[in-house]
């Protein structure tokens, strides 16, 4: 039997296979699933470090001395990106886990979307940072005159070697830095990179891009689901296919991992894994939150019922 008023079943509901199905035996473990989750939240905040430095070092090897502002935010689009995403988990944590119902009144609700959109803007910003990053990788000048990259040795000019390295060239070691003859200088920066690692940059560039949309896809998804859940509608078709949608956009994030693992960016693949782990965090909170939901919705039911 079902009660009209919210489309909450009398009886448990059933649900096609999603992520949450594979999450819901944790909440018979609670202290464990606990656990996993602030373990995971902690090393999201580490991760975070590691890709400060990263863009700090890349930001001092590739860019000049008097590099426009609008440059540097570039080169830091992913650290921005970082700090976004662990806001908007923060925030995720609060409303799905962390606050109680009794809190949600007056100003808390509006301060929790604000700081939420606030994540999105600058997310949002960061995937245009990535999209605009990957595009200057086609915008490229040759190195004229140089077929040797020790002819560019003890220039204090660095070669790309990768998406995120870059190696100062000089007489000890330029031999075994590249073998190509062909070498550019990708839009305003005055690092070099070769002809091969050039095309690499660019294929990884579009794995960036992939994985930011998805992401924003993914977390839009999870915004209503909240709503939907918020409004007791948990049997709705519109909770089911963003369950189901959510879940087909989580396993294009684990291709994108398992294409940094096999590319070799580690730190990459750990940080996929690690994010994707993170929101799964939040998937168990909306499914704890769903599941208490149900049960005094079921109570009072059975009280109207019985009277």
């Not at 700090?56 to 426009?68: D, I, M, S």
């Not at 960036?208 to 909240?226: G, H, K, M, R, T």
């Amino acid at each position: 039997m079902t009660d009209s008023g919210n489309g909450i079943e009398a009886t448990t509901i059933r649900r096609p296979l999603t992520i949450k199905s594979f999450l819901i035996p944790l909440l018979t473990r609670p202290r464990i699933a606990k656990i996993i989750k602030y373990s995971v939240y902690s090393w999201l905040v580490v991760d975070f470090g590691f890709y400060m430095t990263d863009d700090y070092l890349a930001y001092r090897a590739a860019l000049p001395e008097n590099a426009l502002l609008a440059d540097i935010v570039q080169q830091f689009s992913t650290s921005i990106d970082m700090a976004a995403w662990l806001g908007l988990v923060f925030l995720f944590e609060l409303e799905t886990y962390a606050l109680p119902d009794e809190a949600f009144k007056g100003w808390v609700p509006k301060a929790l979307h604000g700081a939420r959109l606030i994540c999105y803007i600058s997310i949002g910003y960061a995937a245009f940072g990535y999209t605009a990053e990957t595009l200057e990788n086609y915008v490229v000048s040759e190195v004229t005159g140089v077929t040797n990259i020790c002819e560019l040795a003890d220039q204090g000019i660095s070669l790309q070697t990768d998406v995120i390295t870059y190696r100062e060239i000089t007489s000890a070691n330029c031999k075994e830095l590249s073998d190509d003859s062909r070498f550019y200088h990708i839009a305003d920066e005055v690092s070099v990179v070769d002809a091969s690692t050039l095309q690499h940059i660019r294929w990884m560039g579009w794995v960036d891009v992939v994985n930011a949309i998805v992401w924003i896809l993914v977390v839009l998804l999870i915004e209503l689901e909240v709503w939907l859940q918020a409004a007791d509608r948990f049997s709705s078709l519109a909770l089911t296919v963003a369950r189901q949608t959510k879940s087909f956009l989580y396993l294009i994030l684990i291709l994108n991992g398992f294409i940094w693992a096999f590319t070799h960016y580690w730190l990459y693949a750990w940080d996929a894994f690690l994010w994707i782990f993170g929101f799964w965090a939040i998937e168990l909170n909306l499914a704890e939150w769903e599941r208490d939901r149900l049960q005094e919705l079921k109570a009072a039911y059975s009280t109207s019922a019985g009277s």
